[in-house]
Antibody, heavy 122, light 107 residues
Framework: QITLKESGPTLVKPTQTLTLTCTFSGFSLSTYGVRVGWIRQPPGKALEWLAIISWDDDDTHYSPSLRTRLTITKDTSKNQVVLTMTNMDPEDTATYYC?????????????WGQGTLVTVSS | EIVLTQSPATLSLSPGERATLSCRASQSVSTYLGWYQQKPGQAPRVVIYDAVNRATGIPARFSGSGSGTDFTLTISSLEPEDFAVYYCQQRSNWPLTFGGGTKVEIK
């Protein structure tokens, strides 16, 4: 069974750095074709893709609009992917999801974690 | 960046009716278009991938069509569990982008 679960702070202050961890099971990020991405959703709004990291250490992509604030890393031994977002703003309040993609299979976000709501407020 | 425009924003229908959702891309995405269903309080799940393929466990009443810039998700006969928000997403080009969503609500 493939599962992903997001963890991190539920409340951060403006200008702080957010660190979120995606812990997964049922697959390995060292397997060819596997990717894990982050997507967020402000309350009542649409989905927004943030970043993705791949089995290939050189294959990492970011949303251009957030590129300067995001870093995505992986710890293959712990089955974790970490997303850091600097200089948090109230507009970054959202539910943050991680999800798996597998190149050359059903190369879409499937499955997703349950999501974690992050509120940015002083 | 490829912009995906979904229409309508809201679709009010009764169970048993046919739902037709549209997703238009600002440039061709070939068939690299997927549809996700999201119910309140839940994470999205993929229902259609590569424009026309049903994901595992998705009932046959869901179908996808289109290529290039114009895509359609059709639910042939709405069941109560189908009322949800549906998002399209493209994976043709980086950055990955999602549409704004179509809410299918009970009339």
């Amino acid at each position: 069974q493939i599962t992903l679960k997001e963890s991190g702070p539920t409340l951060v202050k403006p200008t702080q750095t957010l660190t979120l961890t995606c812990t997964f099971s049922g697959f390995s990020l060292s397997t060819y074709g596997v990717r894990v991405g982050w997507i967020r959703q402000p309350p009542g709004k649409a989905l927004e893709w943030l970043a993705i990291i791949s089995w290939d250490d050189d294959d990492t992509h970011y949303s251009p609009s957030l590129r300067t604030r995001l870093t995505i890393t992986k710890d293959t031994s712990k089955n974790q992917v970490v997303l850091t977002m600097t200089n948090m703003d109230p507009e970054d309040t959202a539910t943050y999801y991680c999800a798996r993609r597998v190149v050359a299979a059903i190369d879409w976000f499937d499955p997703w974690g349950q999501g974690t709501l992050v509120t940015v407020s002083s | 960046e490829i912009v995906l425009t979904q229409s309508p924003a809201t679709l009010s229908l009764s169970p048993g009716e046919r739902a037709t959702l549209s997703c238009r891309a600002s440039q061709s995405v070939s068939t690299y278009l997927g549809w996700y269903q999201q119910k309140p309080g839940q994470a999205p799940r993929v229902v259609i991938y590569d424009a026309v393929n049903r994901a595992t466990g998705i009932p046959a009443r869901f179908s996808g069509s289109g290529s290039g810039t114009d895509f359609t998700l059709t639910i042939s006969s709405l069941e109560p569990e189908d009322f949800a928000v549906y998002y399209c997403q493209q994976r043709s080009n980086w950055p990955l982008t999602f549409g704004g969503g179509t809410k299918v609500e009970i009339k």
